[in-house]
């Protein structure tokens, strides 16, 4: 376990855009950044293989987004993700709110790190690749249940995950918010600050 966290914490960087962005409290807490797939390759060359079936999703995310690839978390994120989600459920089942989950890889990854009665809700706006997600998530036998994806362009943090303060970790995808504000006309940077701060408030005491 401690292999793995260290080795995926070789690739954080600092956010030099943090604090313009999303303020001085979120820079605070989101002060890390893990780099690109194209970085990794003398640490992943070092580590176990990647699993089949997250090996699978990356490859049908090629094919079918063959400009969004870099989306993708990547093998080491996974690992990172499926550690602390269960490192979040040792004293309790985990909730976990994911915000992006394209084709479902760091769903995968955090949807086998949960225990008995762990749940990740994870939140996406387009209904196409989160058909592919979910096929993803039953081929690598993550449990029926145990994640749900909600689907909704544009649609506030608070309708889509409306149990506030009740989540032990809170994953976000920062290219999903993006896209939320292109498909609603919003400022991309005022409505990355709204969202970082709405994820916070979503987080119980002593939440990631």
């Known amino acids: 376990m401690f292999a ?9 960087t600092p956010v030099r855009r943090s604090r313009a962005v999303f303020g001085p409290r979120v820079a605070q807490l989101s002060h890390i950044t893990l780099q690109t797939a194209t970085q990794r390759g003398p640490i ?5 293989p990647e699993p089949a079936a997250l090996a699978a999703c990356q490859q049908e995310t090629a094919e079918l987004w063959p400009g969004g690839v870099h989306m ?3 093998v080491q994120q996974g690992r990172l993700l499926h550690t602390l989600t269960r490192l979040a459920g040792q004293a309790a089942p985990a909730r976990v709110l994911e915000l992006g989950t394209f084709t479902g890889y760091a769903s995968v990854w955090m949807g086998l790190g949960l ?3 762990g749940r990740l809700l994870s939140l996406e706006r387009d209904a196409r690749s989160a058909a592919v997600a979910r096929r993803h998530l039953a081929a690598a036998g993550v449990p029926p249940g145990r994640v749900e994806i909600s689907e909704g362009a544009g649609r506030s943090l608070p309708a ?7 989540y032990d970790m809170a994953i976000w995808h920062l ?3 993006g896209g939320a504000a292109e498909a609603t006309g919003r ?6 600050e709204a969202t970082a701060q709405g994820l916070l408030r979503q987080l119980s005491p002593g939440g990631v």
């Open 4 to 12: 793995t966290v260290l080795t995926s914490l070789a690739f954080i």
């Open 44 to 48: 992943e060359r070092l580590c176990s």
């Open 72 to 74: 993708v978390s990547g």
């Open 115 to 117: 225990g008995e009665g």
């Open 160 to 166: 889509c995950a409306p149990d506030e303060g009740t």
């Open 175 to 177: 290219d999903a918010a």
């Open 187 to 192: 400022d991309a940077e005022t409505d990355a």
